[in-house]
């Protein structure tokens, strides 16, 4: 006997895709994802197994067994009545479960499913379960605008502060160079996440279950893994580079700088091309975007150990300022240095993605709806609020900004004429970017002196 219409399965997997398309890059929608995965993959295994057994099943005077798209009917006589269970598929749409449906075999065949379609006997189209659809639905569609928006400002305020550290020659120190690089790593980042985006859920094929991802899905997800990845290293970096400023008594920042380099791009390079090579030995299917498997680790592992570190290198740190800003006599005002303390708290905590360290090692079904605001649309605005403390609020910058600005007048840039300057005079900025340029040549307890001011600059 024919097959009845294929709709239901069809509906099922339009719908399974639209909520893949809109839970977007996070942990716990991959979890979800791939236990939808599972299910399309339970229904096409059961249906190769009920063809087969069509095939080699004798003649009855009864109906045969028969393969619906969802559920797999047995041979049975004329008169009778089969009760199945809704397919588990539905569990991922509907609250309801325990429900059944039922086919009679009449001397016509197999009857219609009762007590109606798959969609209205299984909960999918109970005014509750839709009501609760829409809200995820509305829930995850504010989830990735908020992070498309806040990835989208992160992209062009990094971009126009990777610009001034890298136009302007009297910004360039250490300090500056660790701070593009890590503006370097969110630029990356964030576009990682629009081309992810883009490779799963734009590109018109169901990658995320199909049992031989394309290429360029996999290349997709392995760059998205690694920019994140060198994304939190750089974090590192600067924990790093700040503790050993206050810790260091002396030390070759150019011998250093070359160790933060191969921290923050090698090392994730390395732990990348490990669980690449890993993936396709022994689990080489679907886009590799599931998480549910011992093989994550090798990502996961080394992305929370650099954050367990940098919170305690920020303990530290918080620690030395304490000392530091400790006033030497007990009768002074104690609110002055307190307030310093704490805007230096705040003003460390997005660099040193202190924020990270609140969901770091909690379960990954912890609390999904909060992690993925917190992950997704707190952390995608993480870039814009690094490149405006460090980079347009720094006091250096602006300096130098006010500088190159009063130059461009003088020179008739903007259309004024050029007036005469004496050559002793010079403009109120120029101490301060002299300042900047003096590093390479101070002595190392200077430079760390200074370095350090500049990065507490803002209180």
């Given at each position: 006997?024919r097959?009845p219409?294929?709709?239901?399965?069809?509906?099922?997997?339009?719908?399974?895709?639209?909520?893949?398309?809109?839970?977007?890059?996070?942990?716990?929608?991959?979890?979800?994802?791939?236990?939808?995965?599972?299910?399309?993959?339970?229904?096409?295994?059961?249906?190769?197994?009920?063809?087969?057994?069509?095939?080699?099943?004798?003649?009855?005077?009864?109906?045969?067994?028969?393969?619906?798209?969802?559920?797999?009917?047995?041979?049975?006589?004329?008169?009778?009545?089969?009760?199945?269970?809704?397919?588990?598929?539905?569990?991922?749409?509907?609250?309801?479960?325990?429900?059944?449906?039922?086919?009679?075999?009449?001397?016509?065949?197999?009857?219609?499913?009762?007590?109606?379609?798959?969609?209205?006997?299984?909960?999918?189209?109970?005014?509750?379960?839709?009501?609760?659809?829409?809200?995820?639905?509305?829930?995850?569609?504010?989830?990735?605008?908020?992070?498309?928006?806040?990835?989208?400002?992160?992209?062009?305020?990094?971009?126009?502060?990777?610009?001034?550290?890298?136009?302007?020659?009297?910004?360039?120190?250490?300090?500056?160079?660790?701070?593009?690089?890590?503006?370097?790593?969110?630029?990356?980042?964030?576009?990682?996440?629009?081309?992810?985006?883009?490779?799963?859920?734009?590109?018109?094929?169901?990658?995320?279950?199909?049992?031989?991802?394309?290429?360029?899905?996999?290349?997709?997800?392995?760059?998205?893994?690694y920019?994140?990845?060198?994304?939190?290293?750089?974090?590192?970096?600067?924990?790093?580079?700040?503790?050993?400023?206050?810790?260091?008594?002396?030390f070759?920042?150019?011998?250093?700088?070359?160790?933060?380099?191969?921290?923050?791009?090698?090392?994730?390079?390395?732990?990348?091309?490990?669980?690449?090579?890993?993936?396709?030995?022994?689990?080489?299917?679907?886009?590799?975007?599931?998480?549910?498997?011992?093989?994550?680790?090798?990502?996961?592992?080394?992305?929370?150990?650099?954050?367990?570190?940098?919170?305690?290198?920020?303990?530290?740190?918080?620690?030395?300022?304490?000392?530091?800003?400790?006033?030497?006599?007990?009768?002074?005002?104690?609110?002055?240095?307190?307030?310093?303390?704490?805007?230096?708290?705040?003003?460390?905590?997005?660099?040193?993605?202190?924020?990270?360290?609140?969901?770091?090692?909690?379960?990954?079904?912890?609390?999904?709806e909060?992690?993925?605001?917190?992950?997704?649309?707190?952390?995608?605005?993480?870039?814009?609020?690094?490149?405006?403390?460090?980079?347009?609020l720094?006091?250096?910058?602006?300096?130098?900004?006010?500088?190159?600005?009063?130059?461009?007048?003088?020179?008739?840039?903007?259309?004024?004429?050029?007036?005469?300057?004496?050559p002793?005079?010079?403009?109120?900025?120029?101490?301060c970017?002299?300042?900047?340029?003096?590093?390479?040549?101070?002595?190392?307890?200077?430079?760390?002196?200074?370095?350090?001011?500049a990065?507490?600059?803002?209180?």
């Open positions: 006997m097959a219409s294929p709709s239901p399965a069809r509906r099922l997997c339009a719908l399974a895709a639209a909520l893949a398309c809109v839970l977007g890059p996070a942990g716990s929608r991959v979890a979800g994802l791939q236990q939808e995965c599972d299910y399309l993959q339970l229904i096409e295994v059961q249906q190769q197994q009920c063809l087969e057994e069509a095939q080699q099943e004798n003649e009855t005077a009864g109906c045969g067994q028969m393969w619906d798209n969802l559920t797999c009917w047995p041979a049975t006589p004329r008169g009778q009545v089969v009760v199945v269970a809704c397919p588990l598929i539905f569990k991922l749409f509907s609250p309801i479960q325990g429900r059944n449906v039922s086919r009679s075999c009449t001397d016509q065949g197999w009857t219609q499913l009762q007590p109606g379609p798959y969609p209205t006997a299984c909960g999918l189209d109970d005014a509750a379960a839709s009501v609760d659809e829409q809200q995820q639905t509305l829930f995850y569609n504010s989830v990735k605008t908020g992070y498309t928006i806040g990835y989208s400002l992160s992209l062009a305020t990094l971009l126009a502060a990777t610009a001034i550290l890298s136009l302007f020659r009297k910004l360039h120190c250490t300090r500056n160079y660790i701070h593009i690089h890590l503006f370097v790593s969110f630029m990356l980042r964030a576009a990682a996440v629009f081309i992810k985006d883009l490779a799963l859920f734009h590109s018109g094929e169901p990658d995320s279950c199909s049992q031989e991802g394309s290429v360029g899905c996999k290349a997709a997800v392995v760059f998205f893994q920019c994140v990845m060198a994304n939190f290293f750089w974090l590192l970096v600067e924990g790093l580079y700040l503790h050993t400023l206050l810790a260091v008594s002396f070759s920042e150019r011998k250093y700088f070359r160790g933060y380099i191969v921290i923050g791009w090698g090392v994730p390079g390395t732990f990348i091309i490990m669980w690449t090579a890993i993936r396709v030995h022994f689990e080489d299917y679907g886009c590799w975007d599931t998480i549910n498997s011992p093989l994550w680790w090798v990502i996961k592992a080394p992305i929370l150990t650099s954050i367990l570190v940098n919170f305690v290198l920020f303990i530290c740190i918080i620690r030395i300022l304490v000392q530091k800003l400790r006033p030497p006599d007990t009768g002074k005002n104690q609110s002055s240095p307190y307030s310093r303390l704490a805007k230096s708290t705040l003003l460390l905590i997005p660099l040193f993605g202190v924020h990270y360290i609140m969901f770091a090692f909690f379960p990954d079904n912890f609390k999904a909060v992690k993925l605001v917190f992950e997704l649309v707190v952390g995608s605005f993480q870039g814009c609020v690094v490149a405006v403390l460090y980079c347009f720094n006091g250096e910058v602006q300096a130098e900004l006010r500088r190159k600005w009063r130059r461009w007048r003088l020179q008739g840039v903007l259309g004024w004429s050029a007036k005469p300057q004496p002793w005079s010079g403009s109120s900025g120029a101490t970017s002299t300042q900047v340029s003096m590093l390479t040549r101070a002595s190392p307890s200077t430079r760390r002196s200074s370095s350090f001011q990065e507490v600059s803002l209180v």
